[in-house]
């Protein structure tokens, strides 16, 4: 979402950010936050045992945020759980959904948590928006195209690769093919979340 600082400012939003601890929604919430909004994170610190391995202090993005702005508080609890999210969504503008079990390898190991915190999760969001009548703003991932995304010829910069096919210089379009190719259980799991979100 890129919206203008004075834009965001003017409207004034109450934003709950699922995993609003993570990587991606520790910057959504640092941002609302910094336009001066009211913040809910909405996270129960889980990335390192969904990805079996130590990543530090798994409240550190929380940490920053809660010593940077008053307006930001937490609500450490998991999206698989509906109740108590419905409840942190009471009076909210938006919600910005960005929790998710994001490693392809623990998808792998561990397929049934990876459904329930992706597609279960996605799904509590939608009901408690829903009931809510809350705005909802969704990350998805490149993995809902499983091997097709691969056919996309990409180029290495110094620091990353990029798109290198004049026809998907913009990114690549939703309307991009899903089917017809190997997915991961994570690729599976985000693309049920996706059709939930668009239907």
């Given at each position: 979402l890129v919206l203008p600082t004075y834009f965001v400012r003017l409207i004034s939003l109450?934003?709950?950010v699922t995993g609003g601890a993570g990587f991606v929604g520790s910057h959504?919430?640092?941002?609302?936050?910094?336009?001066?909004?009211?913040?809910?994170?909405?996270?129960?610190?889980?990335?390192s045992r969904?990805?079996?391995?130590?990543?530090g202090r798994a409240d550190h993005n929380w940490e920053y945020l809660k010593t940077r702005y008053r307006n930001i508080k937490l609500v450490k609890r998991d999206v698989?759980?509906?109740?108590?999210?419905?409840?942190a969504m009471v009076g909210c503008d938006t919600v910005i959904h960005t929790a998710a079990q994001v490693a392809v390898t623990s998808s792998v190991l561990n397929p049934r948590q990876d459904?329930?915190?992706?597609?279960?999760?996605?799904?509590n969001v939608l009901e408690s928006a829903r009931r809510n009548d809350c705005s909802v703003i969704y990350c998805s991932t490149n993995k809902v195209y499983g091997g097709n995304v691969n056919r996309i010829a990409v180029a290495e910069k110094e620091t990353r690769?990029?798109?290198?096919?004049?026809?998907?210089l913009a990114g690549i379009p939703e309307c991009f093919p899903i089917d017809l190719s190997g997915h991961s259980p994570y690729g599976c799991s985000k693309t049920a979340a996706d059709f939930y979100v668009q239907d």
């Open positions: 109450r934003v709950l959504v919430a640092d941002y609302f936050a910094s336009c001066g909004n009211e913040v809910v994170v909405f996270d129960n610190f889980s990335r969904l990805l079996g391995k130590s990543l698989t759980i509906a109740k108590p999210l419905e409840k459904f329930r915190v992706n597609a279960l999760g996605t799904f690769y990029v798109l290198n096919d004049p026809d998907f």
